[in-house]
């Protein structure tokens, strides 16, 4: 039988379009961005459920380790460990929108699907674009709905303000670390360019290391990149073409301090990276934190408004970025460059 709507097949051609394309939206998404891309392949993409986003936290020692021999005593010392960082998952919705009257003026087979593919592809640039510039902000946005981002992960004041429920004044063990080459590097200069870039690098990575871990992803303004790039002669200069650079981002290796990192350019046209900065990330402690219902995906079936003669279908994600261990978190700034 013949439906009494005709408009209804379109419906479901929308939503079935995006049926075919919402698997690869998380693909779309941290594909676009470095931080996310890197956060994919540490695995640190990972589901959550419940009202609220939980970060185990090892903040404490027993403090009861003694050397002995023969009858001395053992120091049993019962003592709190782990706490919680809580976070508060944020959504986000971008609309494919259609009106019933471009629907009917390319409703030919081959029209209607120029017409969807125009729609999908502008609601996937906007999903991109709303992502990347809420994992750079504050989380303030949109009346503090946004993602919180870096700023807010790793922000410039270090001591002030709560994260995960957390105070940074009262907890130091919660605090990252900034530097601005205008004041912490009186040995080396007060400005980030080709001579400093190296050594300044080098006295970060060497103060906010131990061990294994470390910033293994340097995100760099431009300004830095170039510094950079410029630092070194092209038989040092090793392009990475693995990981990150094989995903299209331009990369560069460090090699310093006795630790190695992927440097990528976080900037260009439209970008959301602060100007003159760097940020240092150790990102195994980072994660994307994730409702298995909301990754990314289409929401539903495609709806008609009640007073509108149009056809809408969301693309939605649940969730949060989150931090487990601030310690080798760190931020290089230049708050004056022609100084």
Known sequence: MASINPIEQYQEVLSLALEERSSGYQDL????NSLLAQLRTEDSWKPF??????????????NSAVWYNGYDFLNPVPAELFNDAVYTPKMVAVA?????????????????????EAHIDAAENELEDVVD???HSDGTGFGGKELGGLKLAVPTVTNAGTYGGISRADFALWLTSTFDAQTSFPAIGTQVNKDTIRPMLNSIMTQRSRGKRGA??????????????????????????????????????YFGA??????VQ??????????????????????????????????????????????????????????????FQWKLIDSNPAA
Do not use: C, W
């Not at 200069?237 to 650079?245: A, K, S």
């Open 29 to 32: 998404v941290s594909n676009s």
């Open 49 to 62: 459920s419940g009202p609220d986003i939980r970060e185990r936290l090892l903040y404490n020692k027993t």
């Open 96 to 116: 494919v929108t259609l009106s019933n009257e471009e629907i009917l003026k390319n409703s030919g087979s081959n029209q209607i699907i120029d017409v969807m």
């Open 133 to 135: 510039a809420s994992l």
């Open 216 to 253: 293994n992803l340097l995100l760099m303004s431009p300004e830095h990149y170039a510094a950079y790039d410029a630092a070194t002669v092209a038989i040092q200069r090793i392009n990475d073409e693995t990981g990150l650079g094989k995903l299209g981002f331009q990369t560069l290796k």
């Open 258 to 263: 006795g630790r190695q990192a992927t440097i």
């Open 266 to 327: 976080e900037g260009g046209i439209g970008s959301n990276m602060p100007a003159n900065t760097t940020y240092g990330l150790d990102t195994t402690t980072l994660r994307v934190r994730y409702h298995p219902e909301r990754n990314f995906n289409k929401i539903g079936r495609s709806m008609m408004p009640i007073n509108q003669d149009a056809v809408v279908q969301y693309i939605g994600f649940m969730g949060e970025l989150t931090q487990v261990n601030p310690l």
